[in-house]
């Protein structure tokens, strides 16, 4: 396994010095482009295409083929993570020429170092384990290229956190009534009629907002210090300031808005490391560091390797530890959402209904605090099993509600979140010993370098092949099986997504008005509708969910429940439309 592992590492990966130099010359490419395109954006373009040619050129020469592709591969990863940097820096133009161009109040901000040095220290620690691999790792393990990848998201978040927070402005606009949140990264533009939500928090609450310790959030961090937090929901997403004379901008910011849910009292938040808040706070570092950051694994890992650990024993533990993982996977994600015990009597209600027809009465409803329109099962058995429902969701009628909680009620009563993780692991053992087979008849690795290159990325190219096949199947059972819980059957399934679908597509088109640049704005395709053919090629072959205009015209139009009829028409249509017109 050993000898295996450092022949691949020898063959097909670059060093680790030579990996971030790559990835900096796509980031250099990038940023090429950027600097020439202010004086024009044609040339801008142009001076894109020349970069990345040379680097072709460049590559292919120095490395040779196919090991060029790798090579490659860290350029375009520099590029992407670059140009996700730097989406705001339209929007920051646009609106700091507007906000010159207007009468307009500036709200003081509060910046304390605490705040983002506090920030940074948790996103370190998140990835202790990580950097500790790639530095004491096997010299040539693969793995360390994977970390490589995750860590550059990581400081490109970073980059851009300590970005919005030295140079975060924040203008109100009365006559226009609008607030304009300026920063150089991040930049925000909405009517105050917009808020739906207005309250004051007394501090920061870090375990709620920082990226790694939450999850299913569409949280937006402006906050500089741990004073008074300004919180201001709107379609799509949540916002978070602090600002001076709190409580004078939130009286100021609230005339003339109807708020849904007005708290008139300042909500009290424990600090992070307040002994009350233990529980939480262990409970989201763990999530975060198997999840997020995976240094759970790759410490585990070096750990093993450090004691010379024999390679089947490594692999039996990380399974064992994998699988520790999944059994209490309802209790660390239940944290990590901060998810309660829904309060909504007639959410209680539907919930018992759907349950006890889908004879699994023990299964509870939770709620977490998240502008986005979705739900989410989670548990590897049912009586280890919950439904949680964002608090935007839980604004739908009822009847919406409904159909979303029986569509749930599947996949726990299936324990299609288990079964899902097995699924992944059973092809990533297949795809592991399919190569280790394959290695051990080749003597000279070399002389079969380039099939060998095309049979690993066809092995990686099938991966989400498979896992997109045993997702969308279970998917298209929990609408089918769900609309058999509920009284309006698949007809109340099919409104109920419809809804669903509508919420979120209108949500992601204000969000996209308040952050996006006005020339950038495209309209947003509705869920509803069929995608042009590449489009859909990529749903039904690629993604977790078929298309949700298909989900719903399958429901509508064929009204079966779950069986052979329906398992037919979903194989013959994930081929048909993703090849037809």
């Given at each position: 396994m050993r000898k295996i592992i450092r022949i691949v590492g020898n063959y097909m990966f670059p060093s680790i010095f030579e990996t971030i130099l790559y990835l900096l010359l796509g980031c250099i490419i990038y940023m090429v482009g950027v600097l020439t395109g202010r004086w024009s954006s044609k040339l801008g373009y142009a001076s894109e295409i020349t970069g990345a040619i040379l680097a072709i050129g460049f590559i292919f020469y120095q490395q040779g083929f196919p090991e060029g592709f790798i090579y490659f591969a860290f350029v375009s990863a520099g590029y992407l993570s670059m140009s996700l940097l730097m989406t705001g820096q339209g929007k920051f133009g646009e609106l700091k020429e507007e906000v010159i161009q207007l009468e307009v109040e500036e709200i003081g901000i509060i910046r304390n170092n605490q705040r983002i040095l506090g920030e940074l220290g948790i996103s370190i620690l998140v990835f202790t384990g990580a950097f500790l691999y790639l530095i004491y790792g096997p010299e040539n393990s693969p793995l360390k290229y994977l970390i490589v990848y995750g860590l550059l998201i990581a400081i490109t978040e970073m980059i851009k956190r300590l970005v919005i927070y030295f140079t975060t402005s924040l203008y109100f606009s009365k006559q226009q009534g609008n607030l304009y949140i300026i920063s150089r990264l991040d930049s925000r533009k909405f009517s105050i009629k917009d808020i739906q939500e207005i309250t004051i928090e007394s501090t920061v609450d870090l375990l709620k907002l920082h990226p790694y310790l939450t999850l299913f959030t569409s949280n937006t961090d402006f906050t500089t210090s741990f004073n008074k937090v300004l919180r201001l929901q709107l379609p799509g997403e949540t916002i978070y300031l602090t600002i001076k004379e709190t409580e004078k901008w939130k009286t100021e910011l609230g005339t003339g808005t109807k708020f849904e849910n007005t708290i008139e009292n300042e909500l009290y938040i424990l600090p992070f490391y307040h002994k009350r808040n233990i529980k939480r706070l262990l409970g989201k570092f763990y999530f975060a560091i198997t999840v997020k950051g995976v240094s759970a694994y790759t410490g585990m890992i070096l750990l093993l390797y450090y004691f010379r650990t024999p390679a089947w024993l490594m692999v039996s533990i990380a399974i064992i530890y994998w699988l520790f993982n999944i059994y209490?996977?309802?209790?660390?994600?239940?944290?990590?959402?901060?998810?309660?015990?829904?309060?909504?009597?007639?959410?209680?209600?539907?919930?018992?209904?759907?349950?006890?027809?889908?004879?699994?009465?023990?299964?509870?409803?939770?709620?977490?605090?998240?502008?986005?329109?979705?739900?989410?099962?989670?548990?590897m058995n049912i009586g280890r099993s919950m439904v949680t429902l964002t608090t935007a969701t839980l604004k739908l009628p009822i009847d919406a509600i409904e159909g979303i909680l029986a569509h749930e009620a599947v996949h726990v009563k299936k324990r299609d979140i288990l079964f899902g993780q097995l699924y992944r692991v059973l092809l990533m053992l297949i795809v592991v010993v399919a190569l280790l087979f394959i290695f051990k008849q080749i003597s000279d690795v070399?002389?079969?370098?380039?099939?060998?290159?095309?049979?690993?990325?066809?092995?990686?190219?099938?991966?989400?092949?498979?896992?997109?096949?045993?997702?969308q199947l279970m998917e298209v059972r929990a609408d089918h099986l769900g609309a058999s819980f509920l009284d309006g059957g698949t007809l109340q399934m099919a409104n109920s997504l419809a809804t669903l679908a509508t919420s979120q597509d209108e949500a992601m088109k204000k969000t996209a008005e308040y952050s996006m640049k006005k020339n950038d704005l495209k309209e947003i395709k509705s869920s509803l509708a069929r995608s042009p053919r590449f489009l859909r090629f990529l749903e039904f072959q690629m993604m977790d969910h078929p298309p949700m205009y298909w989900r719903i015209y399958t429901l509508r139009v064929y009204g079966h429940k779950w069986g052979k009829e329906i398992r037919r028409r979903w194989w013959i249509d994930r081929f048909k439309e993703s090849f037809t017109k």
């Open positions: 209490i996977s309802d209790r660390v994600l239940k944290v990590a959402m901060d998810a309660k015990l829904a309060t909504d009597p007639k959410v209680i209600s539907v919930a018992e209904k759907v349950f006890a027809k889908a004879n699994i009465p023990n299964v509870k409803v939770y709620e977490t605090d998240s502008a986005q329109y979705n739900g989410l099962a989670t548990g070399e002389a079969f370098a380039i099939p060998l290159f095309f049979l690993v990325w066809l092995l990686i190219i099938l991966f989400p092949l498979f896992q997109s096949f045993c997702s």
